[in-house]
């Protein structure tokens, strides 16, 4: 297990997975969920080497001195102190969910370190973009057909309107609710209330002077949404991606949140294209424009 310290002092771990291939710095999302949850990305590890950053104060991190560093925009040097460590000139750089904000702050500070870069089912907050309560439901109700929605639709709901989270809601955050997914949603479970709190808190985000530095970021970009997620959906997914000069739009079919459990091989397939910058098969994603296979 890797070790380092941030500008700060704060004694920083991450993971790597997988022997090939330029190191991909993986950055996990929740907010504040320990990178464990991320696994090898449904095999991406068997096509690049992963490095997975253990935010401060999560997995084997330590926890901060001050716990206002938590905040996202505060937590972007300890991403270019990882980078240091790795002795890397640019980095290909991966975010999911919460994570994926931390990365577009660090292309926005650092374009010149970022080699590629890659969003999954991002919730783009540092854009000034957000998941709304119908964006939700309307994708909950997608799942009408489930055995599980006549249950999990108003605990759903509930917790919309501020209620408290139930565990009865987890499976529309997947794409498939089976064994896999349940075992996979318990582990990811983790007491990091009050560093997720801080983490989107006041202060952290700057949507027009971020829209303004990565409208001109030269890397490329891959912004990947699910059929099914609603934070985000397809369409604010794609709302994320004009952001960008030089982004390609993708949406998994049948996906959830955690695309790489639904769809392991055609996951770590696509990304790994970019990655490498190569042409995807085409029957590895819908095309971007294709409103019959996007939900509305």
């Known amino acids: 297990m890797p070790t380092f310290t941030a500008p700060d002092g704060t004694a920083l771990a991450c993971h790597a997975l997988g022997e090939r291939g330029e190191p991909v710095v993986v950055l996990p999302g929740g907010p504040m969920l320990a990178s464990a949850y991320l696994g090898d990305l449904g095999g991406l590890a068997g096509h690049r080497r992963l490095i997975l950053l253990d935010l401060r104060g999560t997995g084997d991190s330590a926890a901060p001195a001050d716990p206002a560093t938590y905040r996202c925009d505060r937590q972007v040097d300890d991403v270019e102190a990882l980078r240091a460590h790795l002795g890397l000139e640019r980095i290909d750089l991966l975010g999911h969910s919460a994570g994926a904000s ?72 997947y794409g498939r609710w089976d064994e896999a997914a349940a075992a996979h949603a318990a582990a990811a479970d983790g007491d990091t209330d009050e560093a997720a709190g801080i983490y989107v808190s006041e202060g952290a985000w700057d949507p027009p002077a971020t829209r303004a530095a990565l409208a001109t970021l030269p890397a490329p970009v891959l912004v990947y949404a699910g059929e ?15 952001v960008f000069p030089h982004a390609e739009f993708v949406v998994q079919p049948g996906a959830g949140h955690y695309p790489w459990l639904d769809d392991p091989d055609g996951f770590a397939t696509r990304v790994a294209a970019f990655l490498d910058g190569r042409a995807p098969a085409p029957s590895l994603s819908r095309p971007a424009g294709d409103r019959a296979r996007t939900p509305s």
């Not at 934070?231 to 991606?241: D, H, M, N, S, V």
Request: proline share 8%; no cysteine.
């Open 102 to 173: 931390l990365a577009m702050l660090y292309a926005a500070r650092y374009p010149a370190r970022v080699r590629r870069l890659a969003l999954i089912t991002a919730i783009p907050r540092a854009l000034g973009l957000a998941a709304t309560t119908e964006d939700r439901l309307a994708a909950a109700r997608l799942r009408e057909g489930e055995p599980w929605f006549a249950e999990a639709f108003p605990a759903f709901r509930r917790w919309l309107d501020g209620g408290e989270f139930d565990d009865a809601v987890l499976p529309f955050f």
């Open 228 to 242: 099914l997620d609603g934070g985000p959906r397809p369409e604010l997914a794609r709302r994320a991606a004009d």
